[in-house]
């Protein structure tokens, strides 16, 4: 799927894929959104990636701890931990080797409060616990996903949700949200 995305050229505002990745705890669903999003950060120059979670401290505890376990600390070319950002060295697709001075970013965020985002565009958002957050904090977060140049695309992970849940609703082929 992500494969297929990148290889498409850059799709309107109205149609923005969404991978929505369903598991129970401990399933490994937060590991399964890190393979991509690691190898987009290490190929994509130049790509922002935006990874949230309804509260921030789970956010750390969870897929920051696991992305710091899994990046290695060298391919780390600068980062802001007061603002939450960090600066990935990438590679060169054809040589495999480092881009000098190619970075791509990846900012970790909770979603509580989303008025802090302003006018940010993000090729790649990414969303733990999918179930947790407002549906209008999954508009507002589709609204952001337009990095013009990049492919783009909305990576979520959740439990499966209760009944009448907004992404029953979005995921369903039957209902009009979908």
Not at 101 to 122: P, V, W
Not at 132 to 151: D, M
Request: contains cysteine.
């Amino acid at each position: 799927w992500i494969d297929k995305v990148r290889a498409t050229p850059q799709i309107d505002q109205d149609h923005i894929p969404v991978l929505l990745l369903q598991g129970g705890v401990d399933s490994g669903k937060t590991r399964g959104l890190l393979a991509p999003a690691c190898e987009i950060l290490l190929e994509e120059p130049g790509c922002r990636v935006f990874w949230g979670r309804q509260d921030f401290t789970d956010l750390k505890l969870s897929a920051m701890d696991l992305f710091f376990q899994i990046m290695p600390i060298e391919l780390i070319a600068k980062k802001n931990e007061q603002y939450h950002w960090y600066d990935i060295r990438t590679v060169h697709a054809k040589n495999k080797k480092y881009v000098k001075d190619g970075t791509s970013r990846i900012f970790f965020n909770g979603l509580k409060d989303l008025s802090g985002l302003g006018s940010q565009e993000f090729a790649v958002i990414i969303v733990t616990e999918a179930h947790e957050i407002s549906e209008q904090a999954y508009r507002t977060l589709k609204r952001r996903c337009r990095q013009a140049g990049f492919p783009v695309m909305i990576l979520m992970e959740s439990e499966p949700p209760n009944e009448g849940h907004w992404i029953s609703r979005v995921t369903n082929p039957e209902k009009e949200e979908y």
